[in-house]
């Protein structure tokens, strides 16, 4: 099983500020790798899709880069809606594991 | 509009039975395979089974093959998760998530909102 590890668990960052997250996984899954985003009480909702891709309707603030084991999702100025917790997921192999995700906070 | 609905969650004891359904609706339910995944309270995401469009090709997470089995009704637009020997970790939210695919990878692109199982005595 592929082990996702993100850092760090907790992010707290001001609106405006550039936020990165990083995702690494035990064993190459090379680019299949996506990033979800969740609010309290809510469904998760993509956001990027195959390391770098943004899903429909995603900002262009939210981008995604990396290749083979490290990964990182980067919101370049983040706004108020953008406080969440953030997980990773590889598709490469069964199971498609997440990370434990990142909970970025307002600081 | 593509809507994922899930039911079927509740509370139940340890060692009993449950049946989550989710109705599927807006898009063309029998081209597209499905996903349970789930959340214990204040943890993260847990991938637990797939299902292909055509039920051909199945799979379960190690925490709940044998218990857990996954189907689907293509013409009733609606995927399932019957849970046996339920124990207290599977307590979680439980998510349907649609498996889109292109020619490069898939990825779950629409969500239910969800039902809560409560396995306590």
């Known amino acids: 099983e592929i082990v996702l590890t993100q850092s760090p668990a907790t992010l707290s960052l001001s609106p405006g500020e550039r936020a990165t997250l990083s995702c690494r996984a035990s064993?190459?899954?090379?680019?299949?790798l996506a990033w979800y985003q969740q609010k309290p009480g809510q469904a998760p909702r993509l956001l990027i899709y195959?390391?770098?891709n943004r899903a429909t309707g995603i900002p262009a603030r939210f981008s995604g880069s990396g290749s083979g084991t490290d990964f990182t999702l980067t919101i370049s100025s983040l706004e108020p809606e953008d406080f969440a917790v953030y997980y990773c997921q590889q598709r490469s192999n069964w199971p498609k594991t997440f990370g434990q995700g990142t909970r970025l906070e307002i600081k | 509009e593509v809507q994922l609905v899930e039911s079927g969650g509740g509370l139940v004891q340890p060692g009993g039975s449950l049946r989550l359904s989710c109705a599927a609706s807006g898009f063309t339910f029998s081209s597209y395979g499905m996903n349970w995944v789930r959340q214990a309270p204040g943890k993260g995401l847990e991938w637990i089974s797939y299902?292909?469009?055509?039920?051909?090709?199945?799979y379960y997470a190690d925490s709940v093959k044998g218990r857990f089995t996954i189907s689907r009704d293509n013409a009733k637009n609606s995927l399932y998760l019957q849970m046996n020997s339920l124990r207290a970790e599977d307590t979680a939210v439980y998510y349907c998530?649609?498996?889109?695919?292109?020619?490069?990878?898939?990825?779950?692109?629409?969500w239910g909102q969800g039902t809560l199982v409560t396995v306590s005595s």
């Open positions: 195959d390391v770098s």
């Open positions: 998530a649609r498996d889109f695919c292109s020619t490069t990878s898939c990825r779950y692109d629409y």
């Open positions: 064993q190459s899954v090379s680019n299949y």
């Open positions: 299902i292909s469009s055509s039920s051909t090709t199945i």
